[in-house]
């Protein structure tokens, strides 16, 4: 019987998972046009083929590979818990131990892979000061003490499990980078010349000015015009603003589309609501979770992905509802 169920189980879990390029393309098709996977992933094959291929590189199925794989910055990212959890399922975590400082300030991880001596990795609120994220709008600011404990967590699980996570990056990590379009300065042909040195530094600037100007008159555009305007997600405008940037482009090429590219970034922000219902039942199953594992695995998937599309109220009542259940259950 119990045999039975194990082939049950099996089969279940395998239920979506491809045998061949074919098998995975029709998967793909068949998830892009689904509303329940994740609003990146709609409409667009081509991402979720390449989702559910990262996902099995590090051991995810089909399904978890969408809802744990976030493309940030155009970079393939996995969220905190998932993570962890990929870690845990390798069989080589002997150990893991978080900790958060009596004053909230600092946040340790140690884990211990087994064979080894335990890594500890600790990530302070100066740490956060030094890197520009403290006091900064969004997660750092609605709940910082679960950001430096994510943060220290990213930082032991990948200096020790890198063959478990080959390579991947953190979601929150990479959310708290800025995507700048304004291009890369324009290396001078001849040596470094001091300003206003005379007319070798005159024709190293009218030399730079003119490479640049160069990019913006050769380049149509019109292509990148049409995706910021289609862009239906912040993170499908991120990956646009980062092949912009990669351009280099000259004024005023440089300044026309990096205005409508705010303009549009601040139309998808407003646009993004999330209802009031789903912030409620994100706190019962906060209220009604019996272990942290379990509270963090809801902050991971129901609401870590959603704070773009929250206001600042709604944020402060779900990570009210977290702290509070997470003294609870640490008491």
Do not use: H
Not at 57 to 83: C, F, K, T, Y
Not at 116 to 127: G, I, N, W
Not at 217 to 231: F, G, H, K, M, V
Not at 274 to 303: C, G, H, K, W, Y
């Amino acid at each position: 019987m119990n045999a039975i169920v194990k082939a049950n189980q099996n089969a279940a879990a395998n239920f979506l998972t491809p045998t061949s390029l074919q098998e995975a393309m029709q998967i793909a098709d068949l998830l892009a046009g689904s509303d329940i996977v994740p609003k990146d992933y709609q409409r667009k094959p081509g991402n979720i083929l390449v989702a559910m291929q990262w996902g099995a590189e590090i051991g995810l199925q089909p399904l978890q590979a969408l809802q744990n794989i976030a493309v940030i910055n155009g970079r393939p990212s996995v969220w905190g818990d998932a993570m962890l959890a990929l870690v845990r399922s390798s069989g080589l975590l002997e150990f893991i131990r978080e900790e958060l400082s009596d004053n909230g300030q600092e946040a340790t991880c140690t884990v211990k892979r087994k064979g080894q001596e335990p890594v500890v990795s600790k990530f302070s609120m100066e740490d956060a000061k030094k890197a520009g994220l403290s006091g900064k709008q969004g997660p750092w600011t609605q709940y910082p003490k679960r950001m430096l404990k994510l943060r220290a967590r990213s930082y032991a699980l990948r200096d020790e499990f890198t063959d478990v996570l080959k390579g991947m990056a953190i979601a929150e990590e990479e959310q708290d980078k800025e995507i700048d379009i304004t291009p890369a300065a324009v290396s001078a042909e001849s040596g470094t010349v001091k300003a206003n040195s005379g007319s070798s530094a005159l024709k190293q600037r009218m030399a730079k000015k003119a490479a640049v100007d160069s990019v913006a008159t050769e380049i149509d555009l019109t292509p990148y015009y049409q995706r910021i305007d289609n862009a239906t997600s912040l993170d499908e405008l991120n990956q646009i603003g980062a092949d912009i940037a990669a351009l280099n482009l000259g004024e005023p090429a440089k300044s026309e589309i990096g205005n409508l590219f705010k303009a549009k970034r601040e139309e998808l922000k407003a646009n993004q609501v999330f209802p009031a219902e789903s912030v409620q039942s994100v706190i019962e199953e906060i209220n009604n979770t019996a272990d942290l594992d379990a509270l963090n695995a809801i902050m991971a998937s129901r609401f870590e992905p959603f704070t773009a599309q929250m206001n600042d109220d709604q944020i402060m009542q779900i990570n009210s509802a977290y702290e509070a259940q997470e003294a609870a259950l640490t008491a």
